[in-house]
């Protein structure tokens, strides 16, 4: 069971930028699709972006398209998200999660559905005050 340890959150004001890493143990981590989902209180677990194992395909959230970048290196067993204009709505426990099962075919709605995937991590806090 591959493990997943999140980093990189904190408090920033509106506008700014934070870099959110996820280190995952084990071997094949380059056969993992990697995603990045968010909690807020009271509100329900949301998809944010997920790239996948294959050539690297992205997908984000209507929300933070063109604002958030998903990367990953496989070197360092490391995906990453960037996350610039950040806004006080997305204050939220952000967490890292993988999907070890190996698919030869992903949409959208697979990568955004959270039971796609079968590990995660702790979660990081971000917080965006106005």
């Known amino acids: 069971q591959v493990q997943l340890v999140e980093s990189g959150g904190g408090l920033v004001q509106a506008g700014g930028s934070l870099r959110l890493s996820c280190a995952a143990s084990g071997r094949t981590f380059r056969l993992y699709t990697m995603g990045w989902f968010r909690q807020a209180p009271g509100k329900e677990r949301e998809f944010v972006s997920t790239i996948t194992w294959m050539g690297g395909i992205t997908y984000y959230a209507n929300s933070v398209k063109g604002r958030f970048t998903i990367s990953r290196d496989n070197a360092k067993n490391t995906v990453y998200l960037q996350m610039n204009s950040l806004k006080p709505e997305d204050t939220a426990v952000y967490y890292c999660?993988?999907?070890?099962?190996?698919?030869?075919?992903?949409?959208?709605?697979?990568?955004?559905?959270?039971?796609?995937?079968?590990?995660w991590g702790q979660g990081t806090q971000v917080t965006v005050s106005s």
């Open positions: 999660a993988a999907d070890g099962r190996v698919r030869t075919s992903y949409s959208r709605s697979v990568a955004g559905d959270p039971n796609t995937y079968n590990a």
